[in-house]
């Protein structure tokens, strides 16, 4: 079982919608959540951090952590053809970093 | 200017033939990192290095090799290219968080990648 597992499908949503990624791991003592945001032909930039179970908001984006189902989300609201990128969910634990394997996002106007 | 810059941004090359990626950064930060990116694998980590003396080997340090040459400056090294090597590449940089300086733990910045395409 890999320690994070993020489905890397595609996701094309209409400009306004709701768009909802999630990722599973599956070592307990990974402490601290993270999403990053990836544009195209750019590198990976923090979105969102998180160390506890929770719902944490910035702005339109709303990070999700339940420790006890070792589930992970985010939540976009009112997306915009401006938050079109690639979406990967990262775990850190024990001096480890692991990424999920990403999630395209196309915000169609 | 980029705070994590990498050259080249593109690539290519044919098999055999020794390639360098070279990273250097302004943010001052202790610990560098190299990735690669495939389509549908996501980031994995090739070999880090917590400080100018220190070199470690990621998940996927075979036919990779690198060289801190300085606090600022991290190269990785593909002595012998071959075509499975053919990826997006990504150096970070990351800092240790003391207590109390508001630093996020596994923070990671990044570079804005070097293609390389081996033929």
């Known amino acids: 079982q890999k320690e994070v597992e993020q489905d890397p499908g595609p996701l094309s949503v209409p400009e306004g919608a709701i768009v909802s990624l999630n990722c599973t791991y599956s070592?307990?003592?990974?402490?601290?959540f993270m999403w990053y945001r990836q544009y195209s032909r750019k590198g990976p930039e923090l979105l969102m951090y998180?160390?506890?179970?929770g719902n944490k908001e910035d702005g339109r984006f709303t990070a999700q952590v339940d420790k006890s189902s070792k589930y992970i989300s985010l939540f976009i609201r009112d997306s915009q053809p401006s938050d079109s990128a690639t979406y990967l969910c990262?775990?850190?634990?024990?001096?480890?970093?692991?990424f999920g394997k990403g999630n395209q996002v196309v915000v169609i106007p | 200017d980029a705070d994590v810059t990498q050259t080249p941004r593109n690539r290519i090359t044919k098999t055999g033939k020794r390639i360098m990626l070279e990273c250097s950064q302004t943010?001052?930060?202790?610990?560098m990192y190299w990735y690669r990116q495939d389509p549908g694998l996501g980031l994995r980590l090739i070999y880090y290095?917590?400080?100018?003396?220190?070199?470690n080997k990621g998940e996927i340090s075979d036919g990779y090799s690198v060289s801190r040459q300085a606090q600022a400056k991290f190269s990785l090294s593909l002595e012998s290219a071959i075509p499975n090597q053919t990826a997006l590449y990504f150096c970070?940089?990351?800092?240790?968080?003391?207590?109390?300086?508001?630093?996020?733990?596994?923070?990671?910045?990044f570079g804005e990648g070097s293609r390389l395409t081996v033929l």
């Open positions: 290095s917590f400080d100018v003396k220190d070199i």
């Open positions: 990262a775990i850190h634990g024990n001096n480890r970093l692991a």
């Open positions: 970070a940089t990351s800092e240790p968080r003391p207590p109390g300086t508001g630093r996020k733990t596994g923070e990671l910045f």
């Open positions: 070592n307990s003592a990974f402490q601290y």
């Open positions: 943010k001052g930060h202790d610990r």
């Open positions: 998180t160390y506890s179970s």
